[in-house]
């Protein structure tokens, strides 16, 4: 598990050097862009949609507890998003329908391969195996973890039930932190 260094109440981040730009669809068929990152909390994977490993399907059923965790915090997105050629609406309605997504809280994105891939390598600077075919012949079990400015708190292993608890605690210590830094503007407004 790869974590960015914090202390007390996470004020060192990485802040993205350019916004995260996208358009894909999700599983209603609606488009979606990076306008849904805005003001929010954001927890990102990504899943092949014909994985046929346990790798996908359990990196799943860890997003589902983060999802159940914050169902009534509508600060809190969770945005998986399908790399390779199996991707389809009805795939992505297939996988959201298996781990009861709410639309509007746990977006199951897909589209160009290219934006993909430049959302997943560039702008997130995750890893990228080039395999024979236009699908990476790996991809990682890493989930990130966005807070509401952009700014990448974290990476943590999707198959770990532990780090996922952590990413969990990581999103209140995120959410404290926002709190303070509001009071803060609001205290130098009405200087």
Not at 26 to 54: H, P, R, W
Not at 115 to 129: C, D, I, R, S, T
């Amino acid at each position: 598990m790869s974590r960015i260094p914090r202390v007390d109440l996470p004020d060192r981040i990485c802040v993205l050097e350019d916004s995260l730009f996208f358009t894909f669809s999700d599983q209603l068929g609606q488009e979606v862009t990076e306008l849904v990152l805005e003001d929010n909390i954001c927890v990102i994977s990504f899943y092949s949609a014909d994985c046929i490993e346990k790798v996908c399907p359990t990196i799943m059923k860890e997003l589902s507890r983060i999802q159940t965790e914050y169902i009534d915090d509508q600060e809190v997105k969770i945005i998986s998003i399908a790399l390779g050629q199996g991707d389809s609406l009805s795939s992505r309605q297939t996988f959201a329908k298996r781990f009861d997504a709410i639309p509007k809280k746990w977006y199951f994105l897909g589209g160009n391969l290219s934006e993909v891939k430049k959302l997943y390598y560039e702008q997130l600077a995750m890893p990228w195996y080039e395999g024979l075919s236009s699908v990476p012949m790996y991809h990682n079990d890493s989930i990130v973890l966005l807070d509401h400015l952009g700014g990448v708190r974290g990476f943590y292993d999707g198959t770990d039930s532990k780090s996922i608890d952590q990413l969990m605690a990581d999103i209140i210590l995120v959410q404290k932190w926002r709190k303070v830094k509001k009071k803060e503007a609001s205290r130098k407004r009405e200087d």
